[in-house]
């Protein structure tokens, strides 16, 4: 198969196998997805949805965040990792997002990147669940699947989007990034993988890939 059949084989098989993708992360509006998202950096969204009722029923509009002091926030969030960072983010944005926004998450990627704690992936995130727009945010695991399938050199994370909106119809994005990150938990971990429940890398993936497992096996 060449790239883009390998490709098209890959967004077949995971629209029939997840026809609906619910957001993974709980949230209300943009401002709760962009905190969520925030936490969601090295945490489970597991824990993030454990832990966000707890932050947002104290706070889950700007207004009311920046009442709390950076340390209150902290305490709530600990259990994400990366606190002192991340309770600093979200302290620092609520403020400029009053300041500059009337409390309002910005529509555009280079607004919301200059947000403190606020990477590409996370802007890309909100772009695409929140407001729509197409973009490709790259996690650990859409990072392992493009390589995995052979559609990406896996040399990097930036890399691997250029390479996966290259390949993929731009109207696709939104959906097939949230396909791509179920499919990764449920058929091709990074670990206790197995080839004979993961198809899409048994039909389409990296020869060297699948030797490798063949080969542990």
């Known amino acids: 198969m060449t790239k883009k059949e390998r490709a098209r084989f890959a967004m077949e098989t995971l629209e029939r196998l997840y026809p609906v993708v619910p957001i993974p992360l709980d949230h209300k509006d943009a401002y709760t997805l962009l905190i969520a998202v925030l936490l969601s950096a090295q945490c489970t969204d597991v824990r993030v949805n454990q832990i966000t009722p707890l932050l947002f029923a104290k706070a889950d509009n700007p207004y009311d965040m920046v009442k709390m002091s950076v340390e209150e926030i902290q305490d709530i969030i600990r259990p994400c990792g990366l606190s002192p960072m991340k309770s600093k983010g979200i302290y620092g944005l609520s403020n400029i997002l009053i300041d500059k926004y009337d409390g309002e998450v910005p529509q555009s990627f280079a607004a919301l990147e200059a ?95 699948i030797a490798e497992i063949t080969k542990k096996k």
């Not at 859409?142 to 691997?160: A, D």
């Not at 994005?173 to 990150?181: G, M, P, R, V, Y």
């Not at 971990?189 to 993936?205: F, M, N, Q, V, Y």
């Open 115 to 209: 947000l403190p704690a606020v990477g590409h992936k996370t802007a890309s995130v909100v772009m695409s669940q929140a407001f729509g727009v197409p973009a490709f945010p790259v996690d650990t695991h859409i990072h392992r699947m493009m390589y995995r399938w052979n559609l990406s050199s896996g040399k990097s994370v930036e890399q691997t989007e250029r390479d996966a909106k290259a390949l993929f119809p731009e109207e696709s994005w939104n959906k097939l990034h949230l396909q791509i990150i179920y499919y990764g938990r449920e058929y091709s971990p990074a670990r206790g993988w197995s080839l004979e429940k993961d198809i899409i890398t048994a039909a389409i993936g990296r020869k060297e890939v």
